[in-house]
C-alpha cells in the first residue's frame, strides 16, 4: 500500500491495486506469525478498510476488496519486534464477493467456538454485542464483538436458507482467523444469526454516492 497516496480524497482503484505478475515486500505483524513460505491468499481492502476495518463508516468498500493469490518467500523475521517480513509474488487477482463463486460447499462451520469449562464449546457470536450490519446486494456483512474478538460475515439468504461466505475472528492479542467458504447455516446456527442480525444496527455508508466503480475515496483516521 502506498500510503503517501491513499490520503488523496479520491483515487484511481488500479492506482493502488497490486498488479499479477509482480513481486512486493510485505511486512506482517505479530498477530500473523503463523505464516510460511509457499502458496498464499492475502486479502486486500481499499486504505480506509485496512486501517480502519469494514464496519467503520465504509462497508461497501467490500465490493472493492479482492483476494491476492501467490508465493511467499524470503522470510526474514524480527522477533524482538514481532515482525515478519517477506517477498510476495502475485499470481492473479480476484474480487473478493466474485471469489465467493469459486469455493466448492463444505460442511465444515467456519464460526468460531470458545471452550468452556465443563468441555463444552459454544459459538462466540452467541454473546456478540455491537452488532453492526449492511446491506451489499446479494450479501450482507454483519459485524460484532465478544469480550475482546472482533467477528464478522459475509452471508447470502437463498430460498430462506443461510450461506456464510466470509468468516473473521479477529483475536487480541493472538493471531487472525479468517475464513472464505460456502457453508449452510445448520437450524440453530441460523437461528442465532437471524436473531443478531434483527438486533444489529445499520451502518450507515455514503462513500459509493457519485464514485465511479474504478474509483475510490481515500482514507480517513479515526
Given amino acids: 500500500m502506498c500510503w503517501d497516496e ?10 493502488l491495486l497490486p498488479k499479477a505478475g509482480k513481486t512486493y515486500p510485505i511486512k506482517l505483524d505479530e498477530n500473523e506469525e503463523y505464516a510460511e513460505e509457499g502458496k498464499a491468499y492475502i486479502l486486500w481492502s481499499p486504505p480506509h478498510s485496512e486501517l480502519n476495518g469494514w464496519w467503520d463508516k465504509r462497508p ?60 463444552s464449546s459454544r459459538i462466540q457470536w452467541q454473546d456478540a454485542d455491537d452488532l453492526q450490519k449492511y446491506n451489499l446486494g446479494d450479501y450482507l456483512y454483519l459485524s460484532g464483538i465478544e469480550c475482546e474478538s ?15 461466505h466470509y468468516s473473521a475472528t479477529l483475536h487480541y492479542p493472538a493471531h487472525y482467523e479468517t475464513l472464505i467458504t460456502k457453508y449452510h447455516l445448520k437450524s440453530k446456527e441460523q437461528k442465532l444469526i437471524e436473531t443478531l442480525i434483527k438486533k444489529a444496527n445499520d451502518i450507515t455508508d455514503n462513500s459509493m ?8 475515496y481515500g482514507a480517513e483516521y479515526w
Fill in 6 to 15: 491513499s490520503w488523496e480524497d479520491v483515487i484511481e482503484l488500479e492506482s
Fill in 60 to 119: 461497501s468498500e467490500i465490493l472493492k476488496s479482492y483476494v491476492l493469490e501467490g508465493i511467499l518467500s524470503n522470510a526474514v523475521s524480527n522477533y524482538e519486534k514481532r515482525e515478519y517480513f517477506f517477498d510476495f509474488q502475485i499470481e492473479r487477482y480476484t474480487r473478493l464477493i466474485n471469489y465467493f463463486s469459486e469455493i466448492p460447499e463444505t460442511k465444515i462451520s467456519p464460526l468460531s467456538t470458545v471452550d468452556q469449562g465443563n468441555g
Fill in 150 to 164: 472482533h467477528l464478522e460475515l459475509i452471508l447470502s439468504c437463498i430460498e430462506n436458507r443461510w450461506y456464510v
Fill in 209 to 216: 454516492d457519485s464514485l465511479e466503480d474504478n474509483k475510490i
